[in-house]
């Protein structure tokens, strides 16, 4: 029988708890297993933390929490030597400086253990382990997800990868807000803001239960948030989401739109990422898919999968039937035509500019699939950048909703995704 990878988190006589300096981060080889499912059921860090952060507390993070890191020691070529990134290092090095516990909210700097922190129950759950809505002595209410000690390598480069975007996510408003984090009995706590539900529970609710449907004016500012968030990826840390879907869109009632879950984020490479099957399989663009394509891919990927993503909350349905292979997904999605949505669909009625958009991130020619920039100045965007609806009033409403149907707006006891 193998040997069990090396644990990031072991803890107990059997297993000797390193110091955060020793860990062995250097060596991982991600990949997300795939998924036919055509909707989300919630995993435990897509459905509940996020961020809105001021310009001064990127700058704040890193001189409380992120010294900078001693300079990697040079190794002799002796042995073919697993390569590490200047990434892990760094969030290697910020782990450490976590493990002692601190939390930094709105600026102030806490120094805490897990005895300051209560347990209001579980909220989420997913293949990391469960996400719970916790209170700190000082009256913070945060979402922690907290990541259990038997975490394969696979998983351990995943939460470096979402460590590392979210410590340095603080300046955009549209990502998740991190607080803090400590290790407790060899699991790792990651202290985030608590939002209120993800985009998939709420647009199912309103289809499913009320047989309503979202007005295109919130269907805009959830747009407008989503590509600034890819946006500030691509540009500020040259990173792919490769995972946009509904369950990864989170709202909260004060009106905040945020993405979260970057665990199988990629770093792209002259623009271009490479590994093939990281992310949910059914909102994957054509070019990821097809295996007689040897090429990487782009940003434009992403912007497939938020065209599906628009698609489905807008019309309350998948636009794709559900697979029962990866062959019917390759024979449809490659093969076949893409999604159009039209001004006139299903007895419903939108607007010729988000028809345009729509149709416009679902072209399945890549090299005709706009990037950012173009999206941005689109008039659909520009619109919902113009508009004045109150997405906080709206938001609540359906949330008390909700909470008067007894449906839950978090994810507690759901499956993670396969």
């Given amino acids: 029988m193998a040997e069990r990878p090396s644990n990031l988190f072991a803890a107990g006589s059997s297993r000797p708890r390193n110091p955060p300096s020793e860990l062995n981060l250097g060596s991982f080889n991600g990949r997300q297993p795939p998924s036919f499912s055509s909707t989300s059921s919630g995993s435990a860090s897509s459905n509940l933390s996020t961020s809105s952060a001021s310009s001064s507390s990127s700058h704040n993070l890193v001189q409380r929490f ?32 976590q493990a002692c516990g601190k939390l930094l909210i709105d600026e102030e700097c806490y120094h805490f253990t897990s005895d300051d922190l ?33 975490v394969d390598e696979k998983e351990q480069k995943q939460l470096l990868m979402d460590l ?66 890819l946006n500030y990826l691509k540009e500020e840390l040259s990173i792919i989401h490769r995972d ?33 099957d990281a992310g ?43 697979w029962d292979s990866v062959f019917e997904q390759l024979y449809q999605v490659v093969k076949g035509d893409p999604p159009r949505l039209q001004t006139s669909y299903n007895g419903m009625e939108f607007s010729q500019e988000f028809v345009d958009f729509v149709n416009t991130c679902l072209n399945k020619d890549e090299r005709e699939r706009p990037k950012y920039g ?28 909700m909470v008067k149907d007894g449906i839950t707006e978090f994810t507690t006891n759901q499956p993670a995704e396969s």
């Fill in 118 to 150: 209560t347990d209001l129950g579980e909220i989420g759950r997913g293949a990391f382990g469960t996400v719970n809505k916790m209170i700190f002595k000082a009256g913070k209410v945060m979402a922690v997800k907290r990541i259990r000690s038997t």
């Fill in 66 to 97: 992120c010294a900078p890191p001693a300079p990697a020691p040079v190794v002799a070529p002796v042995a073919p030597p697993v390569a590490t990134t200047n990434n892990q290092e760094r969030t290697r090095e910020r782990i450490k400086q």
């Fill in 374 to 401: 173009p999206l941005l100045e689109m008039p659909f965007i520009l619109r919902g950048q113009r508009s004045h609806t109150d997405v906080a009033v709206y938001v609540t409403d359906i949330l008390e909703k």
């Fill in 164 to 229: 590392e975007v979210v410590m340095n996510s603080n300046e955009c408003p549209y990502i998740v807000q991190f607080y803090g984090a400590l290790f407790k009995e060899g699991d790792c706590w990651i202290c985030m803001e608590l939002m209120d539900t993800s985009l998939d529970k709420f647009y199912k609710y309103i289809y499913e239960r009320k047989q309503q449907r979202i007005p295109e004016s919130i269907l805009a500012k959830i747009t407008v948030a989503t590509v600034q968030a």
């Fill in 280 to 322: 949910c399989r059914p909102y994957m663009a054509p070019e990821r898919i097809d295996p007689e394509r040897a090429k990487g891919y782009d940003v434009r990927s992403d912007v497939w999968s938020l065209g599906i993503t628009l698609m489905e909350v807008a019309t309350g349905l998948f636009p794709y039937p559900k």
């Fill in 244 to 276: 946009v879907k509904p369950s990864n869109i989170l709202l909260h009632r004060r009106g905040d739109i945020k993405l979260c879950d970057f665990g199988i984020c990629g770093k792209l490479v002259d623009s271009i990422a490479e590994t093939k």
